[in-house]
C-alpha cells in the first residue's frame, strides 16, 4: 500500500518536526470534525454562546484577523526564506499565500459580522492556521534541501486547476452570504443561490477543494493529511451547522444536504 502511496506523494522528509506535526494536525482536525458532529462547536460564529466565566472576547471582524493574519504572513515569508527552489515549490507558496490572503480580504470588505469571539477560542484556531502554513512549506523546502525524487505521477499542473476551482467556488459563496443582511441587520437566513440549493456549505465545500489543490500540487505527506484533516472538521461544522439551519427555520428545506450534494 505505502509503494502505491508514494507514487503519488514524496516519500516524507528527514524531519521529526515535521512527522509529528503531520500527525498532530490530523488528530486534531479529525477530533474537532468529531467534536461539531456530537454537539462540542469551537466558540465562534453562530456558534458563539455567551460564558457565565469573564472571558476576553473581541469582535468577530477582529477575531478573524487574528485567526488569518500569521497564516499569510507565514505564507508570504516562505518566497523570501526558501527563494529559488523550482516551480513546484512558487506556486505551492503562491496557493498558500493567496487562499489567506483571500480570507483577510473576505474579513475586511466582504463579510458582515455581527457577532463575538472569545480570545481563548481564537488563538488555538490561530495557531493552527499559522502552523499548517509554515509546515507546509517548510516541508516543501526539505523536499528540495534533501532532494527527494519527484513522485512517479505529477499531480502539480492538476492541483492548480483544482485549487483555482475551490479559491473561486469559495469566494463566490461567501459573496453571496454577504449580500443575506441588509444595512445594520443582524438576523440570520436561508441563504439562496449557488449551490446553496443543494448544500447549506458549498463554501466549506470548495474550502475542502482549495486544500486538496495544495495537496496535488505540494504531494507531500503532510499537505494530503492536512487536507483529509480538514475535510474531517469540515464535513463536521457542515454537519452542525444543517442542524443548527434545521432548528431555526420551519420552512428549512428537507433535500438541502450539509456540504456533499445529494449524499451528505
Known amino acids: 500500500m505505502s509503494s502505491t502511496l508514494f507514487k503519488f506523494v514524496f ?3 528527514a524531519s521529526v518536526v515535521v512527522s509529528a506535526f503531520t500527525i498532530v494536525s490530523f488528530l486534531v482536525l479529525a477530533y474537532c470534525g468529531i467534536s461539531e458532529m456530537i454537539g462540542k462547536h469551537l466558540n465562534y460564529s453562530k456558534f458563539a454562546t455567551m460564558e457565565k466565566k ?6 468577530s471582524r ?4 487574528l485567526l488569518y493574519g500569521p497564516a499569510f504572513v ?5 518566497f523570501w526564506l526558501y527563494p529559488n527552489e523550482g516551480l513546484r515549490s512558487m506556486l505551492l507558496n503562491f496557493a498558500v499565500t493567496l487562499h489567506y490572503f483571500k480570507r483577510l480580504f473576505e474579513v475586511l470588505f466582504v463579510h458582515k459580522y455581527s457577532g463575538f469571539m472569545y480570545l ?3 488563538i488555538p ?6 502552523v499548517s502554513a509554515a509546515t507546509m512549506t517548510y516541508c516543501q523546502h526539505l523536499t528540495v534541501t534533501e532532494g527527494l525524487p519527484e513522485p512517479q505521477i505529477d499531480l502539480m499542473y492538476p492541483g492548480v486547476a483544482v485549487f483555482l476551482i475551490g479559491i473561486i467556488g469559495n469566494f463566490y459563496h461567501h459573496c453571496i452570504l454577504s449580500k443575506l443582511r441588509g444595512e445594520g441587520e443582524k438576523e440570520y437566513k436561508i441563504p439562496k443561490g449557488g ?13 475542502i477543494t482549495v486544500f486538496y489543490g495544495i495537496s496535488m500540487i505540494s504531494q507531500t505527506v ?10 474531517f472538521y469540515l464535513v463536521g461544522r457542515s454537519y452542525a451547522t444543517r442542524k443548527w439551519y434545521v432548528s431555526k427555520f420551519e420552512d428549512f428545506p428537507k433535500n438541502v444536504k450539509a456540504v456533499i450534494p445529494f449524499i451528505f
Request: hydrophobic share 50%; with cysteine; charged share 10%.
Open 120 to 122: 481563548d477560542s481564537a
Open 62 to 65: 477582529a477575531g478573524m484577523i
Open 195 to 207: 449551490l446553496f440549493g443543494l448544500v447549506i456549505c458549498p463554501h466549506y465545500l470548495f474550502e
Open 74 to 78: 507565514a505564507g508570504a515569508a516562505s
Open 125 to 130: 484556531i490561530t495557531l493552527s492556521y499559522f
Open 54 to 59: 469573564k472571558k476576553i472576547k473581541v469582535s
Open 11 to 13: 516519500r516524507p522528509p
Open 222 to 231: 503532510y499537505a494530503l493529511c492536512f487536507a483529509v484533516g480538514t475535510t
